[in-house]
Nanobody
Framework: QVQLVESGGGSVQAGGSLRLSCIAS????????MGWFRQAPGQKREAVAG????????YYTISVRGRFTISRDSAKNTLYLQMYSLKPEDTAMYYC???????????????????WGQGTQVTVSS
């Protein structure tokens, strides 16, 4: 029943921008945290950004802080990741994730999230 569908990925040159979207089934307040993770070939899955749905508190990995912004539009059941000043090292498959409301989790641990989207590819050329 629960679905997360990402979109907005693409290929851009270094310094460019993209906005990723994640449309969730049901209301966002069904979830505790939502987040964006990424995984490049041969690399571990990495937390990029997270948001506490209830409070709006946001969290970022150091490498993207100041360049990426996570936000949600509850009226549209949509999570966003606005990415500026993209770097080749940002190249990865980006996944949207959601933790069930009431669950205890740490925002950057992918093991704590119950629901996942199919991913959207971001490629940044040098």
């Amino acid at each position: 029943q629960v679905q997360l569908v990402e979109s907005g990925g693409g290929s851009v040159q270094a310094g460019g921008s993209l906005r990723l979207s994640c449309i969730a089934s049901g209301y966002l307040y069904s979830y505790s945290y939502m987040g964006w993770f990424r995984q490049a070939p041969g690399q571990k899955r990495e937390a990029v950004a997270g948001i506490n749905i209830g409070t709006g508190s946001t969290y970022y990995t150091i490498s993207v802080r100041g360049r990426f912004t996570i936000s949600r539009d509850s009226a549209k059941n949509t999570l966003y990741l606005q990415m500026y000043s993209l770097k080749p090292e940002d190249t990865a498959m980006y996944y949207c994730a959601a933790g069930r409301r009431g669950s205890t989790l740490t925002w950057h641990r992918f093991e704590d999230y119950r629901y996942w989207g199919q991913g959207t590819q971001v490629t940044v050329s040098s």
